[in-house]
């Protein structure tokens, strides 16, 4: 039999997709289609039931075996249920990983109040494109396990660890106008790049060390947070490989 979208176990992961609370009270989170799940199987995430639609053949379609109980679901209870525009006819849930009080490492991100769960996600995906060790996300930011989240993070947050703190390093702040020009900027150190608000910036209470800006022409007040975390995390990137290779002879 088919489960209906008013089976408990539907419901509980309708409420997992939707209710910041139920993530953080039950310890679990919803992934939405084939590539997500097979991405939180390779890092090793603890999933903890698989729901597909009739048409879809999980191992054969997605090449993967997965030791959690998987339930076959009536056609369109999943897009009644997920997040996104075209459903794909797999979700499951897992376990969110613990998170660490500090983070390991010389490089992290930390979002500070970043409030749009598709801009946290790229972001995060960013971060770890650019050799972050950790990402933090701050108080008023989103929900890291928001389905939205978690798309927009293609996968990456299931690879990178998520701390309370970044690690005992420099914290730099990025800001339009305040500070060092990003590519004039030492970024070769341990060091925690602070982003903010999209609407509002980096919130003057947060403690950071010292700030870079990204130089932009005039008729341009400021960037979309996720484009300025990405411009300064790969000069981050950048500075660390023009370095490394300098101290290798090469």
């Not at 039950?26 to 289609?33: P, W």
């Not at 939180?40 to 698989?50: C, D, M, R, S, Y």
């Not at 403690?207 to 130089?215: K, L, N, T």
Request: net charge negative; hydrophobic share 45%; aromatic share 4%.
């Amino acid at each position: 039999m088919n489960l209906s979208s008013k089976n408990p176990r539907v419901a509980e992961l309708r409420r997992l997709v939707r209710n910041r609370r139920e993530r953080t009270e039950t310890g679990k989170f919803a992934i939405d289609g084939p590539q997500l799940l097979v991405e939180a199987v390779a890092a090793g995430l603890e999933i903890v039931e698989v729901f597909v639609e009739p048409v879809v053949d999980l191992w054969a379609d997605m090449g993967v075996s997965i030791d959690a109980p998987t339930w076959t679901v009536g056609d369109g209870v999943l897009a009644k249920v997920g997040s996104v525009v075209t459903p794909q006819g797999v979700m499951a849930t897992a376990r969110i990983p613990e998170i660490a009080p500090v983070a390991d490492g010389n490089f992290a991100v930390e979002l500070a109040g970043v409030a749009d769960p598709g801009n946290a996600g790229t972001i995060v995906r960013t971060a770890v494109a650019a050799g972050a060790q950790a990402v933090v996300f701050g108080p008023g930011s989103v929900d890291p396990w928001n389905p939205k989240t978690v798309r927009a993070s293609a996968g990456a947050l299931f690879r990178v660890p998520l701390a309370e703190a970044g690690p005992k390093a420099e914290r730099v702040g990025a800001d339009p106008s305040r500070g060092v020009p990003y590519d004039q900027a030492d970024l070769t150190g341990p060091l925690t790049l602070v982003v903010g608000n999209e609407a509002h910036g980096l919130d003057q209470t947060v403690a950071v060390d010292r700030w870079v800006s990204i130089p932009m022409a005039e008729s341009v007040e400021s960037l979309n947070v996720a484009a300025a975390a990405a411009i300064v995390c790969f000069e981050v990137a950048r500075q660390r490989r023009a370095r490394a290779l300098a101290e290798s002879g090469v």
